[in-house]
Nanobody, 117 residues
Framework: QVQLVESGGGLVQPGGSLRLSCAASGSIFSFNTMDWYRQAPGKQRELVAIITSDGSTYCADSVKGRFTGSRDNAKNTVYLQMNSLKPEDTAVYYC???????????WGQGTQVTVSS
């Protein structure tokens, strides 16, 4: 059973930056992609970024140009670098992955990001 553990959230002022981490308890090569989602209060969970096995990142239009994904295979960790943060980026951010072969889905516990002055 793989576990995904997010970290790096917190309170930041508008225009600031944060880097989220998602550490897997097993090899991240077990997954085709590792994705970041977020859920704001009263809203549906939405896809923020997809990080492929070769490190390519595809971001939602709402964060494109401000957020960047990356991965460290040796640490079994993916990252979400968030720059130029806006109050509307406030949400709980979740790491998500689907295991190759089994199709089993994994979610992290989430990390809170609050953008406020």
């Amino acid at each position: 059973q793989v576990q995904l553990v997010e970290s790096g959230g917190g309170l930041v002022q508008p225009g600031g930056s944060l880097r989220l981490s998602c550490a897997a308890s097993g090899s991240i090569f077990s997954f085709n992609t590792m994705d970041w989602y977020r859920q704001a209060p009263g809203k549906q969970r939405e896809l923020v970024a997809i990080i492929t096995s070769d490190g390519s990142t595809y971001c939602a239009d709402s964060v494109k140009g401000r957020f960047t994904g990356s991965r460290d295979n040796a640490k079994n960790t993916v990252y979400l670098q968030m720059n130029s943060l806006k109050p509307e980026d406030t949400a709980v951010y979740y790491c998500y992955a689907v295991e190759r072969g089994t199709g089993r889905e994994y979610w992290g516990q989430g990390t809170q990001v609050t953008v406020s002055s």
